[in-house]
């Protein structure tokens, strides 16, 4: 299964044993930063004069990605970075699990807290992880520790994306807040400063 970019950053997101790293709003803004970076990656979106330029609406291939692209080329205004992704953020989260449940990537847990309050948890099957994103963790540790690495675009966006959402002591453990900086600069550093903006608004 060749996965998105953001269902890479959802399943790194999630522990083995179904539970979130953040709450859901704060994943649903992860989440559209993901398909902004994915479309920017893909060429089919760019920085213009502050705000994100549609280059070309014709789809990328990835569904979730494409649904968000359609989005952004239908809207009568070019948004800023951070609007974009409050506009994308809407409900983006459930979509992405829904894919990953259908794909046998994660299992969908219903249940109830004190017997009462409805709670799903999104385990990985047999409680493995999974080797995608095995092999993304793994690159994106290089990407922050090894000054020789190389890290592929993808690998950056993930890191840009755990750092907005101040994930890094669940991705990183162990390595201070000062050595992870991520080497990018243009759309993703862009994209990156929306989404931790957007999350700083909504719990400031």
Same mark, same amino acid.
């Given at each position: 299964?060749?996965?998105?970019?953001?269902?890479?950053?959802?399943?790194?997101?999630?522990?083995?044993?179904?539970?979130?790293?953040?709450?859901?709003?704060?994943? +649903?803004? *992860?989440?559209? /930063?993901?398909? #902004?970076?994915?479309? =920017? %990656? @893909?060429?089919?979106? $760019?920085?213009?004069?502050? !705000?994100?330029?549609?280059? +070309?609406? *014709?789809?990328? /291939?990835?569904? #979730?990605?494409?649904? =968000? %692209? @359609?989005?952004?080329? $239908?809207?009568?205004?070019? !948004?800023?970075?951070?609007?974009?992704?409050?506009?994308?953020?809407?409900?983006?989260?459930?979509?992405? %699990?829904?894919?990953?449940?259908?794909?046998?990537?994660?299992?969908?847990?219903?249940?109830?807290?004190?017997?009462?309050?409805?709670?799903?948890?999104?385990?990985?099957?047999?409680?493995?992880?999974?080797?995608?994103?095995?092999?993304?963790?793994?690159?994106?540790?290089?990407?922050?520790?090894?000054?020789?690495?190389?890290?592929?675009?993808?690998?950056?966006?993930?890191?840009?994306?755990?750092?907005?959402?101040?994930?890094?002591?669940?991705?990183?453990?162990?390595?201070?807040?000062?050595?992870?900086?991520?080497?990018?600069?243009?759309?993703?550093?862009?994209?990156?400063?929306?989404?931790?903006?957007?999350?700083?608004?909504?719990?400031?």
């Amino acid at each position: 299964m060749t996965m998105s970019l953001a269902e890479e950053l959802v399943l790194i997101a999630y522990d083995t044993d179904g539970t979130a790293w953040g709450t859901g709003t704060a994943v +649903d803004f *992860a989440v559209a /930063g993901a398909h #902004l970076m994915e479309l =920017a %990656l @893909a060429g089919r979106i $760019a920085m213009r004069d502050g !705000r994100i330029a549609v280059l +070309d609406p *014709a789809p990328t /291939g990835s569904p #979730l990605a494409d649904a =968000a %692209l @359609a989005v952004l080329a $239908a809207d009568p205004k070019p !948004r800023r970075p951070k609007e974009a992704v409050n506009l994308l953020s809407k409900k983006a989260l459930q979509p992405v %699990l829904d894919r990953l449940v259908e794909s046998g990537v994660m299992e969908r847990h219903d249940q109830k807290v004190l017997l009462v309050v409805p709670f799903t948890r999104y385990p990985s099957p047999g409680g493995v992880e999974h080797p995608t994103e095995t092999e993304r963790r793994r690159l994106m540790h290089a990407a922050v520790t090894d000054p020789h690495a190389t890290p592929d675009d993808r690998t950056q966006a993930l890191v840009a994306l755990v750092t907005a959402a101040d994930w890094h002591r669940r991705a990183f453990p162990g390595l201070p807040k000062h050595t992870i900086r991520p080497r990018f600069t243009g759309v993703l550093d862009d994209l990156r400063t929306a989404v931790r903006g957007a999350i700083a608004d909504t719990y400031s």
